[in-house]
């Protein structure tokens, strides 16, 4: 096996300009496939979600999924496409273990939406991504190659194929070249998956969860010599399956595509496999052209004509674009940057929405979200969503803290509760006993103790040095397990020093 050549990355920009190609495809969420009635659901045991359609048997025909349509038309929408009035589906001919029927039936040069754009924003600079098209089709079967070492064909004893996924209505959208990027292109590709990722999620069109296939990205690369225009030989790395593997597989591209060709080689038209533990690629096959894929009109499916009427209604139901939800959001809830980004990396956007229209105020809201759920989401591996805890009992858990029934170290062990299942946050405190101790009575018996056992405290206090206080409320804080409403603590040695 030779050893590729790979050229610092800073060092690439010297001499070449990449040029991106991304095609992203999206599994839809409609409750039946695209072109018959099985049932979606993942995970299901292996081809038990199978008919006669999606396994490509003799005369078995099709049917074009009327809500895949719709979903592909308010995605081209969300896209600024312009939506046919006119198009069809065509057999994409190819074999594969995995393509039951020796065809995908797909859209070739008459695609639902097509001539869109999405702008995004890479450290202050926007790029405009131009779309190319956006086109229905459907999935193919998954393969598992069982026996080999690396868990792909080479090497395997022998494949298992589950069609259980054949037939899924997919959306794949298709970038025009995205050039002028330069040093930014690997930042400029996350950043479209993450924006393109945002818009699928408020269309409620997919889960759009890349670590389960559900939206996945091919990267296309190639490098051209440096000002002259023109667009280099390119590779495609097959299904990258999160937003930092896209940028990793971007940055190896261009790194080894440079290698090639200061070394005096062509770069191979092929198809890659991208590495997740590496961040490397490795060679797949050879990229066919689109003329290699004999694609012909669907005999078996009518036209789609979408009416205008049926097109400016789904507009109506297209939500608020996500980069300008979270513009207003940072404004009303007066986040820093900073604070902005770390919330939308989390995914904590809608959570903290919903937890702030409970009457949870936006930084305690922000604070329960991002520290305490977001670590036990990763410890878990989860999304923060699934984590256990409602918007609703954040704000309850908060209430209770401003209503000085709870501190945040008492409101920490209610979160547990929550998380173990052990009721509601009233339930958990009255099991638990973490209320706190705000008797005046219970609270002096404990101050008077502090004070005894540490006079020369005191007489600080007495003096005048009311910082010296805090050991005093330490001690009484030790007292009652926690218990104390520090606030209140501080408030009655005063009174009883000075």
């Not at 695609?111 to 098209?133: K, M, N, S």
């Not at 930042?187 to 969860?209: E, G, K």
């Not at 030989?233 to 790194?255: D, H, P, Y």
Request: proline share 5%; glycine share 10%; with cysteine.
């Amino acid at each position: 096996m030779t050893t590729e050549t790979l050229i610092p990355f800073d060092d690439v920009l010297t001499d070449f300009d990449p040029a991106l190609g991304l095609e992203v495809h999206v599994e839809l969420n409609t409750a039946t496939k695209m072109f018959c009635g099985c049932p979606t659901e993942f995970g299901a045991e292996p081809n038990s979600q199978v008919c006669p359609t999606c396994l490509g048997l003799p005369g078995a025909m099709p049917a074009v999924n009327a809500k895949a349509v719709e979903s592909a038309i308010r995605i081209g929408l969300a896209l600024n496409c312009e939506i046919a009035e006119w198009c069809r589906f065509a057999r994409k001919n190819y074999f594969y273990p995995d393509m039951p029927k020796n065809f995908q039936t797909s859209q070739y040069d008459e695609p639902i939406a097509f001539e869109g754009y999405l702008d995004v924003d890479v450290d202050g600079e926007t790029f405009r991504i131009g779309i190319e098209r956006a086109h229905m089709e459907e999935d193919t079967g998954k393969t598992t190659h069982i026996g080999g070492a690396t868990g792909r064909i080479h090497g395997a004893d022998h494949s298992l194929v589950d069609y259980n996924r054949a037939g899924i209505p997919l959306i794949e959208i298709v970038t025009k070249p995205i050039t002028g990027a330069g040093a930014k292109a690997p930042l400029v590709a996350r950043a479209y998956v993450a924006a393109l990722r945002d818009i699928i999620l408020a269309l409620d069109v997919s889960d759009a969860r890349m670590e389960q296939g559900s939206m996945r990205c091919d990267v296309n690369l190639s490098l051209a010599p440096a000002g002259s225009g023109v667009l280099g030989t390119r590779t495609e790395t097959k299904n990258v399956n999160s937003l930092r593997s896209v940028e990793r597989a971007v940055r190896f591209e261009m790194s080894r595509h440079a290698g090639v060709l200061l070394g005096g080689g062509k770069v191979l038209q092929e198809t890659r496999h991208f590495h997740e533990d590496t961040g490397t690629t490795s060679a797949g096959r050879e990229k066919s052209d689109a003329e290699d894929y004999r694609y012909f009109p669907e005999p078996d499916l009518v036209p789609v004509a979408p009416s205008r009427e049926w097109v400016e209604s789904l507009r109506a139901t297209l939500p608020e674009p996500p980069a300008e939800r979270r513009a207003r959001l940072q404004a009303e809830w007066g986040y820093s940057d900073l604070e902005m980004r770390d919330v939308v990396a989390a995914g904590a956007v809608g959570l903290i929405e919903e937890t702030v229209a409970a009457g949870t105020a936006p930084q305690p809201a922000r604070k329960w979200w991002l520290a305490e759920l977001s670590r036990v989401a990763n410890e878990r591996g989860v999304e923060l969503a699934e984590v256990g805890v409602t918007p609703t009992q954040v704000a309850e858990v908060q209430a209770l803290v401003d209503a000085g029934t709870l501190n945040d170290k008492l409101a920490r062990q209610v979160f547990e509760g929550l998380l173990a299942g052990e009721g509601t946050p009233a339930e958990i405190i009255e099991a638990r006993g973490l209320a706190l101790v705000s008797d005046d009575g219970a609270l002096t018996a404990a101050i008077d103790d502090a004070i005894a056992a540490q006079p020369a405290v005191a007489e600080k206090i007495r003096g005048g040095n009311h910082a010296a206080a805090g050991a005093l409320i330490g001690a009484v804080m030790k007292a009652t397990g926690g218990k104390a409403d520090a606030a209140r603590v501080r408030e009655l040695i005063l009174e009883k020093l000075t």
